[in-house]
C-alpha cells in the first residue's frame, strides 16, 4: 500500500507543512514548544528574552548560513537539543522552564538544512516588531485581566464538479492575527483555543483518505492496507491543511490548546451503529462494496479500529502532545487568572454502541465532576467547559426526527452526535445537574463549543434562577452558503424550556464565517463573548500592504447570578 509520506501526487493546492512550531501550554514560568523537523536529526531550540541586550544583533547573526550554535551565543540564549525520527513523523515538544512571568520570548529552530548545512531553520526572518517565533509567559498576578481566541472547523477547501481544489476564506485567519496582536499589545492576551475539527480526513473527495482507503479496497480486493500506510495518511492530512502561513505564524507565537472533534477521525465518529446481522447496522455506511471487495464484516471491524488508533496517535503527535496532560487521557484541565478551564474529550471514548454514557463515558464524567466539585468561586470565579458538540442546540423534536427525510439526507450519524439526542439523555441530565451545581456554588459557568457550522449564544436558566451560558464559534473556514446557513439556523430554537427543565434564551446567532474573543475580568467579575466575521472595513489612512482593521460583529455581556 502506497504510504503518503514521500507522496507528491496528492492535489494539495497549497504547500504541507515541513517545519512547523506551535507554542502549546504556557504559565507564568514554563512553556512547552512542539516542533516539526521535517527530516530526522539532532535539532536545538535557542530560547531568549525578546528584548536582552544585543537582541538585534543576534537576530542579524540568526541570518547566516551556516551558523555555529554551539560556540557563538551570546549569553541570555538558551539552548535545548532534542532529536527527531519518523516514528513521530519527525515530531517533538520541549518544555521550557524557569521563565520569567509576563515576559516576551523569541525562539528559534536550529539544524541542519537538506543542503547538508549547519544553519538556523525557523525564527531567522523575525525583528523586534514581529512577533512570529515568539511568545509571551502569563502574569503571576492571579487578578490580572484576560482574553483568549476560540475557532473550530478549519476546512477550507471547495472541490469545483470537475474535481479542482480551490482554498477558500483563509482571510478569516489574517483577521484573527489581527485581533490576537491587539489582544496581545493590550497586555491581556492568554491563548488560543482550537475547538474542534482542526482539520478534516474527509473534507472534499480528493483528499478524503477514506474515500482512498475504500478505493485502494475496491482495487486490490480482499488486501488490507497496513497501519503504516494508514498512519501516512492521517500525517499528511495535518501536513496539508496546517501549510498556511497564517496558521503556522499563529500557532507560533500564541500558546494554543485543542480538543478534537469527529473530522480528525471521520464524519460522525462514534455515531454508527455496528451492529452485525442487525437492521440498524450501518458499516456500509464506512465501507459501501465492503462484501464486493471480498471482506469478512471481522475485517470492517478491525479496518475501522485501526483507523481510529490511527487517528488517536495522530492527534497525540500533532494536537495532543503540546496540551497540558499528554498521558493516555485527553480530557484536561487549565487554570488561568481567575478562570479555569476544562477541555471534554467528546470523541475519544464515544460510541453510540454503549448501553450508557455514550459520550463521555461514566469515568470522564466523574474526572470531570470531581474538577469541578474542587473549584472555589472566590478564587477561580470563572468556568469555562469547552465541549465540541454544544449541549443545547437544535429543537429536541428534530434531533429525535425519525423520518423519511432523516433518512434521504443521510443526517443519523449528525442527529446521534448531539447532546439532545435520546441516547444521550442519562448522560446529558448528568452533565446538566454538575454544570447548575457548580453555578448554585456560586461559580459563573460557560460552555464554549463548535462543531455545527453556526454561531449561537444561549442563556440557560434553571429553577433556582442560575444561570450558565453556552457559546459557540464555528467555522472559521468551512463554508456553508448563505442558503444552507438559513436552514441551519432555522433548527435553533428562539426561548423555551428544555427536556431537562431548564430555560433558555437565545442571545444570538451568526450564520457565516467566525472565531471568537472572550474578555473575563476576576476584579470587576465582568466578562463578555464577542463574535468575529468576516470583515470588508478598512481604514482610509492604511496603506496597501497594512492589516486590516477588525470588529466584533456580536458582543454577549456575561451576567450571572450572584451568590448572597
Request: glycine share 8%; charged share 20%.
Amino acid at each position: 500500500m502506497t504510504s503518503f509520506i514521500y507522496k507528491t501526487e496528492r492535489p494539495w493546492p497549497n504547500a504541507r507543512l515541513r517545519e512547523g512550531v506551535i507554542v502549546g501550554h504556557t504559565t507564568a514560568t514554563t512553556s512547552k514548544i512542539w516542533v516539526r523537523t521535517g527530516q530526522p536529526g539532532d535539532f536545538s531550540l535557542l530560547l531568549y528574552p525578546t528584548n536582552m541586550d544585543g537582541a538585534d544583533a543576534f537576530r542579524q547573526q540568526l541570518r547566516q548560513v551556516p551558523f555555529d550554535a554551539i560556540s557563538k551565543l551570546p549569553a541570555g540564549v538558551r539552548q535545548s537539543w532534542f532529536a527527531t525520527d519518523f516514528s513521530r513523523d519527525t515530531t517533538a515538544v520541549q518544555t521550557l522552564t524557569d521563565l520569567l512571568p509576563f515576559t516576551d520570548y523569541s525562539y528559534a529552530l536550529y539544524g541542519t538544512d537538506i543542503s547538508g548545512n549547519q544553519r538556523i531553520l525557523l525564527g531567522q526572518d523575525i525583528s523586534k516588531d514581529k512577533l512570529a517565533y515568539s511568545f509571551r509567559t502569563l502574569s503571576d498576578d492571579a487578578m490580572r485581566p484576560i482574553s483568549f481566541g476560540l475557532y473550530s472547523c478549519h476546512m477550507p477547501y471547495s472541490e469545483s464538479i470537475f474535481g479542482s481544489l480551490q482554498i477558500e476564506n483563509m482571510e478569516m485567519w489574517d483577521s484573527l492575527a489581527v485581533t490576537l496582536r491587539r489582544h496581545r499589545e493590550r497586555d491581556q492576551l492568554a491563548f488560543l483555543i482550537g475547538g474542534g475539527d482542526q482539520v478534516y480526513v474527509d473534507g472534499v473527495g480528493s483528499l478524503n483518505i477514506w474515500n482512498y482507503l475504500n478505493s485502494c479496497l475496491k482495487k486490490n480486493p480482499g488486501v488490507i492496507p497496513s497501519k503504516d500506510a494508514m498512519l501516512s495518511w492521517y500525517r499528511d492530512i495535518y501536513r496539508g491543511y496546517w501549510g498556511f502561513s497564517q496558521l503556522r505564524e499563529i500557532f507560533s507565537q500564541c500558546p494554543t490548546y485543542m480538543i478534537w472533534d469527529d473530522h480528525e477521525f471521520g464524519d460522525g465518529w462514534g455515531s454508527y451503529f455496528i451492529k452485525e446481522n442487525s437492521e440498524d447496522d450501518e458499516m456500509d455506511e464506512i465501507f459501501p462494496d465492503w462484501k464486493g471487495n471480498k471482506l469478512t464484516y471481522q475485517d470492517c471491524v478491525v479496518l475501522r479500529q485501526t483507523m481510529g488508533e490511527c487517528a488517536k496517535q495522530v492527534y497525540q503527535e500533532y494536537q495532543h502532545s503540546h496540551n497540558p496532560n499528554t498521558g493516555a487521557l485527553f480530557d484536561y484541565s487549565i487554570s488561568v487568572n481567575g478562570t479555569a478551564l476544562y477541555f471534554l474529550d467528546g470523541r475519544g471514548y464515544r460510541d453510540i454502541n454503549q448501553s450508557a454514557y455514550r459520550i463521555l463515558g461514566k469515568e470522564q464524567m466523574e474526572r470531570f465532576g470531581a474538577w469541578l466539585s474542587a473549584l472555589d468561586p472566590k478564587t477561580t470565579p470563572f468556568v469555562f467547559v469547552i465541549s465540541a458538540v454544544p449541549l443545547m442546540h437544535l429543537s429536541s423534536s428534530m434531533v429525535n426526527a425519525d423520518n423519511f427525510a432523516v433518512d434521504m439526507a443521510d443526517l443519523e450519524d449528525d442527529l446521534r452526535d448531539s447532546w439532545e439526542h435520546h441516547l444521550h439523555e442519562i448522560e446529558r441530565k448528568e452533565l446538566v445537574r454538575l454544570l447548575f451545581n457548580a453555578a448554585n456554588r456560586g461559580l459563573k459557568v460557560s460552555i464554549l463549543s463548535g462543531d455545527v457550522h453556526i454561531s449561537a449564544a444561549f442563556r440557560m436558566t434553571d429553577g433556582n434562577g442560575n444561570i450558565i451560558y453556552q457559546l459557540t464559534s464555528s467555522a472559521i473556514t468551512y463554508n456553508v452558503s448563505r442558503p444552507m446557513g438559513w436552514a441551519l439556523g432555522l433548527g435553533v430554537e428562539d426561548t423555551g424550556t428544555s427536556d431537562d427543565g431548564y430555560s433558555f434564551k437565545r442571545l444570538a446567532l451568526y450564520a457565516d464565517r467566525n472565531y471568537a474573543m472572550v474578555c473575563v475580568d476576576p476584579v470587576t467579575g465582568n466578562a463578555d463573548f464577542q463574535l468575529y466575521g468576516p470583515q470588508s472595513i478598512s481604514h482610509p489612512s492604511n496603506e496597501q500592504n497594512e492589516q486590516p482593521i477588525t470588529h466584533a460583529m456580536v458582543k454577549i455581556e456575561l451576567t450571572f447570578k450572584q451568590k448572597q
